[in-house]
């Protein structure tokens, strides 16, 4: 099992920046892809952000330009550095990450808890 903990969400005026983090542990042999996501009330989960094992990166066009993700495999942490915020941004956001575990060593997406960003003024 691969457990996945966000932080850094909180309250920002629009305009402003947020860092969110999700660290993730585990029995991990590797991990692949990992991704950040978004659900505000009402509406489905979207993808905002992707970045592959090999750092190649993919953003919704809503982010674009303002969204930044990263990932430091030694710390098997992926970010999500958030600039210019918007008051539709404001959204739970879930990370994700495709991960393969000892002793079955299958690939399985696992998906944290969440943490809470509100862009208000």
């Known amino acids: 099992q691969v457990q996945l903990v966000e932080s850094g969400g909180g309250l920002v005026q629009p305009g402003g920046s947020l860092t969110l983090s999700c660290v993730a542990s585990g029995n991990i042999v590797s991990i692949g892809d990992m991704g950040w996501y978004r659900q505000a009330p009402g509406n489905e989960r979207d993808l905002v952000a992707r970045?592959?094992?090999?750092?190649?990166?993919t953003y919704a066009d809503s982010v674009k330009g303002r969204f930044t993700i990263s990932r430091d495999n030694a710390k098997k942490t992926v970010y999500l550095q958030m600039n210019s915020l918007k008051p539709e941004d404001t959204a739970v956001y879930y990370c994700?990450?495709?991960?393969?575990?000892?002793?079955?060593?299958?690939?399985?997406?696992?998906w944290g808890q969440g943490t809470q960003v509100t862009v208000s003024s």
């Open positions: 970045i592959t094992g090999g750092g190649s990166t």
């Open positions: 994700n990450a495709a991960a393969v575990t000892s002793p079955r060593y299958l690939r399985v997406v696992y």
